[in-house]
């Protein structure tokens, strides 16, 4: 089961199901630098939320980073909403 860093499930993302993902899900892990290569590739920029789940070594940010929700998050505008990062926040204690 495929998982971003992010916490998108690629087994719930219809691009993915259809074959249609042209990086083949953002995977987590030792992966991250290769998936980042090819969005470069093919989007032209890459995923801010991957990029720094890379340079902290950690594989999952909602349940592997002490600072989510961060300012990455607030700063990319996906795959969260303001709403649900603020709702973060106070669930967290960091409000």
């Known amino acids: 089961m495929p998982t971003a860093a992010c916490g998108i499930n690629c087994d719930v ?5 259809e074959g ?5 899900g953002c995977i987590e892990g030792s992966k991250a630098s290769q998936k980042l290569e090819k969005q470069k ?3 032209g920029f890459t995923c801010p939320v991957l990029e720094c789940a890379l340079k ?4 999952f940010c909602l349940r592997d980073c002490g600072d989510f ?6 700063k990319a505008g996906f795959p969260y909403s303001k709403e ?3 709702v973060m926040k ?3 204690g960091k409000e």
Do not use: Q, S
Request: charged share 25%; glycine share 6%.
């Open 13 to 17: 993302c219809r691009a993915y199901i």
């Open 20 to 24: 249609k993902c042209p990086i083949g």
């Open 41 to 43: 590739a093919t989007f």
């Open 56 to 59: 902290k070594g950690v594989d």
């Open 69 to 74: 929700p961060c300012e990455t998050f607030y």
């Open 84 to 86: 649900f990062l603020d």
């Open 90 to 92: 106070k669930i967290m």
